[in-house]
C-alpha cells in the first residue's frame, strides 16, 4: 500500500558513472495477468533519476503516487519540473491513462523523499516522507530540526495545498506510512534522538535510528493528537500501517540491526508479562515486528516476531476484509516466530504469510533459489479475493503457477495469490539491469503498481515500453494490472409460452455453448543484445548508498 521497506542485506553494486546499453526485453507472464496502462517520468540529466514509492487509490478511482526525482522531470503528458536538489514529488494520476492530472513537489537546498501517500472520502490527498535541509511545499516552507525530520502534507482533489508540517529532532528522523480515517492521519517512523511530533519533546533512541513511532494528527489542519513510540539503543523502525474494522491499528516494522548481534527487543504494553506486557526478541540482526494496537494506541492486542539469525525485512502488510492479514517480506536461513520459514539461498529469500485477527498462523510460503543473490519482497494488497505482491527478482523462481525466467539482473515482478494463499498468476518484466516494484494499491479486479526501472521496462501493452534517456539513473513507472480473465459470455435459455394442457407442445431449450474463456495472447519476440552489451550485473539505486535504508 504504502512504501516502507528495509533491505535484507546489500545485494546490489554500483551504477555511478556507468553508461548502458539500451535493451527492451518482453514480459514473462503466467496466470493472465495484464497491464492495462502504464506511465513513467521521463528525467533529463547526467545521473539524475525518479522513481515512484507509494500509490493510493482515490474515490474517484483515479490514483494518488508519491516519490522522488532530482534533474528536469518530465510527467505524462505534459507536466514539467525541475529539482535543483533532490525533490518529493506528489501527483495524481488519471485512471484511464496512467498520465498525470497536477503535480507537486517539496523542493529545497537538501534531499526529500516521498515515502507515504493516503486518502479520504473527499478525495484530498495526504503525503509524507523525509527532507534533510529548508524547503518549500506550494506557500508552505518547512524547516528540519536537525539532520533530517519526516514531513507531511494534504493537497485537495483538485491539487490546492491545505496544511503541511513537520517532526523530529536533532537527530536523524522519517517517516515511511501514512494512513487516513475517521478524521484521523496516523503516520508511522523512525526517530534516533529526543524529537518532538508536535505535543512537546519526547526522548528518544541513541545513536542510529532506535525509536519507532506513530504520530497522530487532526486530517483537516494537522493539529497534533497523540503519539506512541517504542525505544530502544537499537535500530527500531516502523514501516507500514493498516486498520481493522474495529479501528484497531496494524503496525509492521523491524528491530535489530546488521551490525546487532541477537537479543534486540522491542517492548509493548509497558513490557511487563504481570501487566499483560509483551516483549519481543530478536533472533539475529534484526527481525519483523508486527503489532495490533487498540484504537486509544495505549494497548498492543497482541505483538508477533519474523526472523532467523541474520538480517530480515518487511516489504508490506495489508489486512482482508474479514481482519487477516498478509504480510510481505524477505529473510535468511531459517526464520521463526509469527511461521516458521526456511531460506536456502545465500542472500535472501521471499516470504509471504497470513495471520487471523489475533495474530495466529493462517498459512505461510517462501521462496528459495540456488543463487547467492537475494530476491526482495517490497510491498503487499489485497484485491477482492486476490492477494498480490510485488518487488524484485534476481532468480527463476515459481510462485506456483510457472516459471519467471530472469532478464539479466534485478528484474520488477507481481505475483497474486488467492486469500487461501495458492498461488493464480504471476509476471516479471525482464532487464538488464535493476528494477523493482515498490508498491500496490487494489483497484477493481486488479491492482495498480508503482516502481522504478533503470534501463528498460516493457509492460506488454500499447505504448506501454520505456527506456530512460541516456546517462540518467533510473525513472519511476506506474502500471494498472489486472487479472486478464475475462468471464464467459452465455447465450441465454430460450423462454418458453404457456400453452393450454389439452394442447400444450413441447418446446426444446437449445444447447448452450460450452463455458469457454476467451483470450488473446501476444508474444513478443526476445530482443537481441546489442554487440558489446552483456546483462547480468545487478546495479545500484541512485538514492543513497542504500536503496531500503533510511537516508542518515
Excluded at 525505544?231 to 528491530?255: H, Q, Y
Aim: hydrophobic share 40%; with cysteine; aromatic share 8%.
Amino acid at each position: 500500500m504504502r512504501y516502507k521497506q528495509q533491505v535484507v542485506v546489500a545485494i546490489v553494486t554500483g551504477l555511478i558513472g556507468l553508461t548502458a546499453c539500451v535493451v527492451a526485453l518482453p514480459g514473462r507472464a503466467h496466470g493472465a495477468i495484464t497491464a492495462s496502462c502504464a506511465s513513467h517520468v521521463q528525467i533529463t540529466g547526467i545521473q539524475k533519476w525518479a522513481s515512484w514509492n507509494a500509490v493510493a487509490v482515490l474515490p474517484d478511482g483515479n490514483y494518488a503516487v508519491a516519490g522522488s526525482f532530482s534533474g528536469a522531470a518530465d510527467f505524462p503528458p505534459a507536466l514539467t519540473s525541475t529539482s535543483n536538489s533532490q525533490d518529493a514529488v506528489v501527483a495524481k494520476i488519471d485512471a484511464a491513462t496512467c498520465s498525470a492530472i497536477w503535480v507537486r513537489t517539496l523542493s529545497g537546498s537538501g534531499y526529500a523523499y516521498g515515502f507515504g501517500v493516503a486518502t479520504d472520502a473527499a478525495g484530498s490527498i495526504y503525503a509524507t516522507g523525509q527532507f534533510s535541509a529548508p524547503g518549500t511545499i506550494g506557500n508552505i516552507t518547512l524547516t528540519n530540526r536537525g539532520l533530517n525530520d519526516a514531513w507531511v502534507a494534504k493537497w485537495s482533489s483538485a491539487g490546492d495545498l491545505l496544511a503541511a508540517w513537520s517532526l523530529g529532532g536533532a537527530s536523524s528522523d522519517g517517516a515511511n506510512a501514512i494512513l487516513v480515517r475517521d478524521g484521523r492521519v496516523y503516520v508511522a517512523g523512525w526517530t534516533a534522538g529526543p524529537w518532538n511530533a508536535g505535543g512537546g519533546m519526547i526522548p528518544g533512541g541513541t545513536g542510529r535510528a532506535g525509536t519507532a513511532f506513530v504520530a497522530v494528527y487532526t486530517s483537516d489542519a494537522g493539529n497534533f493528537l497523540d503519539e506512541v513510540h517504542w525505544d530502544s539503543p537499537k535500530n527500531e523502525i516502523a514501516w507500514a500501517l493498516d486498520m481493522d474494522a474495529a479501528r484497531n491499528l496494524l503496525v509492521g516494522g523491524t528491530f535489530g540491526g546488521t551490525s546487532d548481534p541477537p537479543g534486540a527487543t522491542i517492548d509493548f504494553n509497558g513490557g511487563s508479562a504481570v501487566s499483560g506486557g509483551i516483549t519481543l526478541v530478536s533472533a539475529g540482526e534484526a527481525d519483523i515486528w508486527l503489532a495490533n494496537l487498540d484504537s486509544t494506541l495505549d494497548h498492543a492486542l497482541w505483538a508477533r516476531r519474523f526472523g532467523g539469525t541474520s538480517s530480515d525485512a518487511l516489504g508490506g502488510i495489508e489486512l482482508d476484509a474479514a481482519g487477516n492479514l498478509y504480510v510481505a517480506g524477505s529473510f535468511r536461513g531459517a526464520a521463526t516466530g509469527a511461521v516458521s520459514e526456511t531460506c536456502t539461498t545465500g542472500d535472501g529469500c521471499l516470504v509471504l504469510m497470513s495471520l487471523d485477527a489475533a495474530g495466529v498462523k493462517r498459512w505461510s510460503h517462501s521462496w528459495s533459489a540456488a543463487s547467492p543473490l537475494a530476491d526482495v519482497a517490497l510491498d503487499v494488497a489485497v484485491s477482492g479475493d486476490r492477494v498480490w505482491m510485488t518487488g524484485m527478482l534476481v532468480n527463476a523462481l515459481d510462485f506456483g503457477t510457472g516459471p519467471l525466467t530472469p532478464g539479466g539482473a534485478y528484474d520488477a515482478f507481481a505475483a497474486q495469490f488467492d486469500l487461501a494463499g495458492n498461488a493464480t498468476g504471476a509476471v516479471r518484466w525482464p532487464s538488464a539491469f535493476t528494477d523493482r516494484g515498490k508498491a500496490l494499491a487494489a483497484v477493481g479486479s486488479g491492482v495498480v503498481a508503482v516502481g522504478q526501472f533503470y534501463d528498460s521496462i516493457d509492460f506488454g501493452c500499447a505504448g506501454c515500453v520505456f527506456q530512460r534517456q541516456p546517462s540518467t539513473s533510473g525513472e519511476g513507472w506506474i502500471a494498472r494490472l489486472t487479472d486478464g480473465v475475462v468471464p464467459p459470455t452465455v447465450p441465454p435459455i430460450a423462454t418458453l409460452t404457456p400453452q393450454p394442457i389439452a394442447t400444450a407442445t413441447n418446446t426444446e431449450i437449445p444447447t448452450v455453448p460450452p463455458r469457454t474463456p476467451t483470450w488473446t495472447r501476444t508474444v513478443v519476440p526476445t530482443a537481441t543484445l546489442p554487440a558489446g552489451c552483456a546483462p547480468g550485473t545487478p546495479v545500484s539505486c541512485p538514492e543513497g548508498s542504500h536503496p531500503w535504508q533510511p537516508p542518515q
